[in-house]
């Protein structure tokens, strides 16, 4: 969200592939519901690393962006921080049973839909929603937080989403992946690649403004909030 395939370089990237995120998405609904169909529910009350945002309320915003894309409900602003806050706001009253069957209802829907929109996007909501299951798990001292086995899917995903985004392009080697190389962003006239060194998740965690306490990396030629996808 290792390189545009796996470990080959030569993949062209800026090819689309419109069922990438609904493979993306039913992937992680298929390892992400067990766990939050059998976690206690006062864990869902943890502080995640969105601010001011706990488990639950991740969890609540993800399934209504979801089924907005389903049910076709995008005016516009639908994703801006303030229409999220109110798609929140207004499953706070709901059991916790009916947010998660509506998180589920969309990993499960929204991939054709996505799918079918030529411009790809929407494709960059497919990839925050696996980032979202990230911080979820680490709100809940889950292993796995931003990578884990939809990893293969979601790194191909950053790919097109950091040049569509517009990012300088890095060529990121990924310690954890056998020094797989990944390559992202555009390239700048005049500039030199930038150099990631470290493992996988630190990536995902760097383009996706995750806290980086406790990790190890080198990064060269680019800042980290040059590298923001989401901003």
Known sequence: MCTDT?????????????WLPDRLLTTERDLLMPLLRRTPEEAYANRTACPGW???QVLAHCGAALVRIVEGRLEEGVFLPE???CDVAEREDWPLGRVLDELER???EAGPVIAERADGRLDAVALGEWVHAGDVREAFGEPGAYCGEALDLALPLLSVTSRKRETPRLVGVLAD?????VDLGNAVEGRAPARFHGDAATLI????GRPLVRTRYELTGATEQELLIYR
């Open 6 to 18: 796996d470990t080959d370089t030569g993949t062209d990237v800026d090819v689309r592939d419109p």
């Open 54 to 56: 706990t488990a639950r």
């Open 83 to 85: 229409a999220n806050a």
């Open 106 to 108: 969309g990993f499960t």
């Open 177 to 181: 992946r056998g020094g797989g190389e």
């Open 205 to 208: 965690r760097i383009y996706s």
